[in-house]
């Protein structure tokens, strides 16, 4: 029986609950067709105005572009290095969720699972790090990176990363843990069971939903990001996709149809991979708890 | 804790595991996060000549962005707004979300093509969602504007009018991160179990009764989640503001917020002025202190709540 | 055969070690800048430098304007950055010069400040110290964008004095057509908006008195030409609060506006986006017939030598070739600049017309003397202007308040 199924079983056909005060699924439905037309329509017009001129932009919002000349694109695609952008970008991303992901995990689990002395003072630093703009540090971090070798490398930029994810992803993750009940882990711990394989093994398969948020919340964040490859990578041939993009697009402060591909182009990889994965994604968010 | 527990993992070893399983997290905040900040923070305390520090200055830094005019007044406008965003993302951001999912947990079909959907604007960033509000609302081209021609309403300067201009970025942050709330509150309602939502179905509860009585309060832990996650979001916010209204929160300072503010003052910009990292990383703690002192008694007051249920 | 492959060896050795010998010769070194739009230009400026100094080569990397101070002071601090750093000018770069990390300039290293009049260099010098720190690069002037063919269209001729101004605003809008492109939705610009619309009231003498100390923002000159721009809000467009400077200037080249305040770096963006538009650049109303017609001008920035820079001797020649003629007259050509390097030619007529238009000049009264301690005449005016023009606070309130901030800084102000 899938998942869909089970709900609709559960929630029975709608002339079992037509007690009470109750929405009709017509009135429910429509709402959601709404949220999806103000949610997309949006995405829509900025597809649209990366094919425009500014003339067209300006003058016919609405319409369709009067041709889907790729002209804008190619504008993108021979003055950077766009592939390679990619590429780092991907690298980065990538790596810094696996990263943020495990360490945050870990720390979490011990906070969560485990009674000993100080997890509460343990867990509020590394929440303190949610709580004020690293932004602020930027001076003393790039000192701190330079002294470590490690200006102009992925591995700097995929630390700091790391480091602005963790809190959250602590938090995240403490939350989802602590709500797990506790007979599994003592039932297993009375097998015999290793500490080890109890984490790996019974709890954080039960944990799948928070740690794909925890991905998500931190993959968007680090994908978009601009601020700290533009003052810890200096060179072309590591430089992010939004940092490269929004340097190309510096130079067209006021073409608003190249400035639209720029950010199209900027924002389809990951909206693709998204879409791609999302049925993984969403089961993962949604449904994890239920197995 | 259980007795039987502590017999089967000895002390040692325990604490040895849990070092282990902090140890990596820890290194990497402390080297990463918490000694940069300090060292920038140390600095709340020094008077500037230039960019250098130029002498130890006790708390004048403070009492500057504090009680001195004009800084203060800037200070406290910000932090108006910030409170002003906040309560909006609550009301407006989190009440859609939390009605969206219970639409969403009642699977009628398309419910999967309307979860991915929600979901999409989050995947983007805030500089995509920022130039793409503001061509939106832009006063004179903007589908707004044109759209509420089309019926007969004047054109509206909604990101010039001071009146307008927070809100019209509040509308945009909704917009963009509405997917965010919706389905972790989605997640918690489906680890509901199902038996107990039947029951109170057979009972004769209706959708009201449900949500109110049964759904609101067995979800708790995600709405913890959501109400931290919009506190520190909307205190430390800072992108989208930014890309929308620019450096110095137009139209006169309308859409002024700390982040806005503590950067400007730190940073500078090219065009208001110089740089003074004093007086940035003074109110750089100010926001620490408020953001953690809030977040740590909302987590106490919250626990408290999830417990209690 | 044997003997031919250790030939080919050593013979294939040789010749690595002489290109490496030659690589190791020739110093590459880095220009930083905020003007990312300018690459072409300075890649070609840079070619020309490389042929009469064969041993060194410039590599241009430019940073989004908004986080250039961010990106700056940051690798500076670090002991990072680039070699030549370019830079905005006075309180902006004074900050800089205060913690060291530029090179004084002077004579022996770089002849070529002879080429500069004083009045250019004092955007360069550090008031502390005396010296120089930064080779100025570009006069900007704002004045008033005029769309010759609306007017032609309109059967009306371009307002040379206040009441004209009004009077022909009323004419356009009776056509149809926004008088006054200028919104007030970018904060950088209404502080430029206030200088070019005020500057013509003001006068010489009242910098005079004003950098004397003799008198304060709230001196009733201030305040009547503040009041001046309350008159202007007929003429702006509706929505003026929201509409930005980039949107005010497709107005303007659509021919929806008729005219715009404007600077004179924007002569070569307007020109690139509409080659064929009729437009001139002409002084902002004076306040009656035969009172001399002011235009603002300040100096926008120069270039800078990194003080940690490994190649200081090549950063030197770079920023002393950048004070020559052949420079200058590159750099208004290419990029429109009005160099203030003596003897560059400006061919262009309209460009010519502003280095016209200069000789009567104001300067930016808040960006040459206001900028150099917090809070800064910009940041104040900046946020004021804009309640001012929606009449929530009067002349008088910003004048008072502009003064009292900037007199916690600024002595002369103090107790006025």
């Given amino acids: 029986m899938t998942l869909a199924d089970r709900d609709a079983a559960t929630h029975g056909p709608p002339s079992a609950r037509k007690r009470g005060f109750s929405l009709g699924d017509g009135a429910i439905q429509a709402v959601l067709v709404l949220n999806a037309f103000i949610m997309l329509y949006p995405l829509f017009v900025m597809l649209m105005s990366s094919f425009k001129t500014n003339a067209e932009i300006f003058t016919s919002p609405f319409a369709l572009p009067r041709s889907l000349s790729p002209a804008n694109i190619e504008k993108v695609w021979n003055e950077t290095n766009f592939v390679r952008y990619l590429a780092n970008s991907v690298g980065v991303t990538v790596a810094s969720i696996a990263v943020i992901v495990v360490v945050g995990t870990m720390a979490a689990y011990a906070i969560a699972r485990y009674e000993f002395r100080f997890s509460g003072a343990v867990l509020m630093f590394f929440l303190s790090g949610m709580t004020v703009p690293l932004k602020l540090a930027i001076i003393p971090l790039f000192i701190q990176l330079d002294t470590l070798h490690l200006i102009d490398t992925y591995a700097g930029l995929v630390l700091v990363y790391v480091a602005m994810g963790i809190p959250s992803a602590i938090f995240i993750m403490t939350g989802f843990l602590r709500s797990l009940p506790r007979e599994l882990e003592e039932s297993a711990r009375l097998d015999g069971a290793s500490e080890w394989r109890i984490m790996l093994y019974v709890m954080l398969p039960l944990a799948r939903p928070a740690l794909v948020i925890v991905a998500i919340q931190n993959a968007v964040p680090i994908w978009n990001d601009f601020f700290f490859p533009l003052i810890l990578i200096t060179s072309d041939d590591r430089k992010t996709l939004p940092q490269g993009l929004t340097v190309f697009m510096g130079e067209f402060t006021t073409n608003w149809g190249v400035l639209f591909t720029g950010l199209s182009l900027a924002a389809l990889p990951i909206t693709l991979v998204y879409i791609a994965l999302s049925r993984h994604f969403i089961a993962g968010i949604t449904q994890g708890a239920v197995k | 804790m259980p007795s039987r527990r502590r017999r089967s993992f000895l002390p040692r070893r325990r604490t040895l595991w849990i070092a282990f399983l902090l140890a990596p997290a820890a290194l990497i905040m402390t080297a990463f996060v918490v000694w940069p900040l300090l060292s920038a923070l140390r600095l709340s305390f020094y008077s500037f000549n230039g960019l250098r520090p130029a002498g130890f200055a006790g708390l004048e830094n403070f009492r500057q962005v504090l009680i001195e005019h004009p800084f203060s007044d800037w200070t406290y406008n910000a932090l108006f707004h910030n409170v002003v965003v906040f309560l909006a993302l609550m009301v407006f951001e989190n009440g859609t979300a939390f009605l969206l999912a219970f639409a969403l947990l009642k699977a009628l079909p398309g419910h999967r093509v309307h979860q991915v959907i929600v979901f999409l604007p989050v995947v983007l960033s805030a500089v995509v969602v920022g130039f793409l509000w503001k061509l939106l609302l832009h006063p004179l081209f903007g589908l707004v504007n044109q759209s509420l021609a089309l019926v007969g309403i004047g054109a509206h300067a909604w990101l010039g009018d001071e009146s307008t201009a927070l809100g019209s970025i509040i509308l945009a942050n909704i917009w963009h991160w509405l997917g965010f709330p919706t389905l972790v509150l989605l997640a918690g309602m489906q680890r509901i179990d199902k038996e107990v939502l039947e029951a109170a179905r057979l009972d004769g509860a209706g959708d009201f009764k449900l949500l109110t009585q049964i759904i609101w309060p067995l979800i708790a832990p995600s709405v913890t989640i959501i109400y931290i996650l919009t506190f520190i979001g909307s205190f430390n916010w800072f992108e989208l503001p930014y890309i929308m209204a620019g450096l110095t929160g137009s139209p006169g300072g309308s859409t002024d917020v700390l982040g806005l503010y503590f950067y400007r003052t730190a940073f500078g910009s090219t065009t208001t002025g110089i740089q003074d990292f004093g007086q940035g990383s003074a109110l750089a703690v100010l926001m620490f202190i408020l953001i953690a002192g809030v977040t740590w008694m909302a987590l106490r007051i919250l626990r408290r709540r999830e417990a209690d249920l | ?416």
């Fill in chain 3, 1 to 416: 055969m044997n003997t031919r492959r250790i030939g080919l060896t050593i013979g294939s050795a040789i010749a690595a070690w002489g290109l490496a010998a030659s690589v190791a010769l020739a110093t590459e070194i880095s220009f930083w800048t905020w003007r990312q739009e300018d690459k072409a230009a300075y890649t070609e400026i840079f070619s020309d430098f490389t042929k009469l100094n064969p041993d060194i080569t410039v590599k241009f990397e430019s940073f989004p304007d908004e986080n250039y101070p961010t990106i700056v002071s940051t690798a500076l601090a670090a002991g990072r950055g680039g070699d030549v750093i370019h830079t905005h000018a006075y309180g902006w770069l004074e900050q800089f010069a205060k913690a060291g990390y530029f090179v004084p300039l002077d004579r022996a290293s770089v002849p070529s400040i002879d080429n500069m009049p004083a009045d250019a260099l004092v955007a360069g010098t550090y008031r502390a110290d005396g010296r120089l720190y930064s080779l100025p690069f570009a006069s900007q002037t704002l004045g008033l964008f005029i769309n010759k063919d609306v007017f032609a269209k309109a059967g009306l001729t371009p307002p040379k004095t206040w009441d004209e101004f009004l009077a022909v605003g009323k004419a356009l809008k009776d056509k149809g057509i926004i008088p006054l492109a200028n919104g007030l939705g970018t904060s950088w610009f209404n502080e430029m908006f206030v200088a070019i619309f005020t500057n013509p009231f003001l006068g010489p003498d009242f910098v005079g008195d004003l950098t004397s100390g003799k008198t304060t923002f709230k001196d009733p000159r201030y305040v009547a030409a503040l009041g001046k721009l309350l008159e202007l809000r007929d003429d702006m467009p509706t929505g003026y609060e929201g509409v930005d400077y980039d949107t005010a200037g497709q107005l303007f080249l659509t021919g929806r506006a008729a005219m715009l305040a404007g600077g004179s770096f924007d002569i070569s963006t307007y020109r690139s986006e509409d080659p064929g538009i009729d437009m001139a650049f002409v002084a902002p109303p004076a306040p009656k017939a035969g009172a001399p017609a002011y235009v603002t001008k300040f100096y926008d920035g120069g270039y800078a030598v990194n003080a940690a820079s490994p190649n200081r001797e090549a950063a030197l020649k770079l920023v002393n070739y950048m004070g020559t003629k052949a420079f200058g007259d590159k750099l208004s050509a290419l990029l429109g600049d009005i160099s203030p390097i003596k003897g560059v030619e400006i061919k262009d007529p309209m460009l010519a017309e502003v280095a016209a238009l200069n000789r009567t000049a104001m300067p930016h009264i808040n960006v040459v003397y206001f900028r150099f301690q917090k809070p800064t005449g910009s940041e104040l005016l900046q946020g004021d202007i804009t309640r001012m023009m929606a009449g929530a606070i009067t002349p008088d309130q910003l004048a008072a308040d502009l003064t009292a901030g900037i007199a916690k800084w600024y002595a002369p102000f103090q107790g006025k």
